[in-house]
């Protein structure tokens, strides 16, 4: 194996973390690799951190760019990638040493087009590893990804990450895959989709390597930066058949988004109504009155209703039966005692 490996790192100050990514990128037990560290108008010392290292490590590479959001530092990555193969790390976590000793290995061994490992997340000094229900060590060929991996894609949140995965450069670049300039949550969901569908085979692992590090104030987590529930209505409005290629009916498509439209509601509930988050009541009980008078909320809610009545336990019942009746302070009670019992 002597593939080079581009490895792109978006960076928005976090200079609490980046030493702890920096140096398990360095300490990599695969060596032939670049690290394209993509500086997005940080305000902290991030900047003199990657500086630091780069002036002890030649492999490292620096772009600096005005605040444009993450989607455009990994693309700005992608633009001036040399390697064979691609990898994404996020600033704020990091990899096991052999990480990219492992995927490169198999991604050779099976000469496929990608290869997919696990992720452990780190919450509050709590642990999970996400494993997926996919065949092991084995190659999943082009009917497996189209009847298999997409329709899974456009169903669950388990898969868009595009860290715990190893890609190949000469697809993307073919396909001028990008990550959407215009959404601030969800661009690892699309880059994956229009990766998918290109691709003819793929390896599941599994492997972890991959440490995802939930700290207050990240994407996912920062309810004053981002707008969580109008990035979920752009997935639901959002024409997949248009860049991808289904074996589906435009029905079950259409059921797969309005469950998930559902889906994400229900955990946006809890994001919205966590005392944490730096907003006052008054601006958390807006946003969950906003989604619960939706007209797709409540559309998808009553037509599915029954269904989703019969398959969720009796806290999400309830909370499910809260959001059809627009009973906000019901579901702020109700968030609030599960909080309280899972203490």
């Known amino acids: 194996m002597n593939s080079l490996i581009s490895i792109i790192v978006p960076v928005f100050n976090t200079a609490n973390y980046l030493d702890q990514c920096v140096a398990s990128l360095l300490q990599q037990t695969y060596a032939n690799c670049e690290f394209i560290f993509v500086n997005d108008g940080s305000t902290d010392s991030s900047l003199y951190i990657l500086e630091k290292y780069k002036a002890k490590d030649s492999r490292i590479r620096i772009v600096n760019q005005e605040n444009k959001g993450v989607s455009v530092a990994r693309n700005s990555g992608l633009k001036i990638a040399k390697g064979t193969y691609i990898g994404f790390v996020d600033s704020d976590d990091w990899i096991e040493k052999d990480m990219y ?7 050779e061994t099976y000469q496929c087009d990608l290869v997919l490992s696990n992720m452990k997340t780190h919450l509050n000094y709590k642990e999970v590893i996400i494993k997926y229900n996919f065949l092991i060590n084995e190659i999943l060929d082009n009917d497996y990804i189209k009847d298999i991996i997409l329709p ?10 595009c860290s715990n995965k190893l890609f190949n450069a000469a697809i993307i670049k073919e396909s001028n895959i990008q990550f959407p300039p215009n959404i601030s949550l969800s661009e690892d969901n699309i880059f994956n989709l229009l990766y998918f569908n290109k691709i003819k085979s793929m390896v599941y692992l599994d492997y972890t390597g991959y440490n995802y590090r939930e ?14 529930f109008q990035n979920v209505l752009h997935l639901y409005h959002f024409d997949t058949t248009s860049i991808i290629d289904l074996r589906l009916t435009n029905e079950k498509i259409q059921s797969i988004k309005a469950l998930k439209l559902i889906k994400n509601v229900l955990s946006l509930l809890h994001i919205y109504f966590n005392p944490s988050n730096k907003l006052s009541f008054k601006d958390r009980y807006a946003f969950v009155k906003e989604m619960l008078y939706n007209d797709e909320v409540q559309k998808e809610i009553n037509y599915y209703y029954q269904y989703l ?26 968030t609030k005692y599960s909080r309280y019992r899972n203490k």
């Open 215 to 228: 700290v207050e104030g990240s994407a996912t987590r920062n309810v004053i930066q981002h707008n969580y």
């Open 309 to 334: 009545i019969e398959n969720s336990d009796r806290y999400n019942s309830y909370l499910i039966k809260s959001i059809k009746e627009k009973a906000t302070l019901k579901i702020y009670f109700a």
């Open 101 to 107: 000793s492992v995927l490169l290995e198999a991604i």
């Open 152 to 161: 899974h894609l456009i169903e669950n949140d388990d898969l868009y990450s």
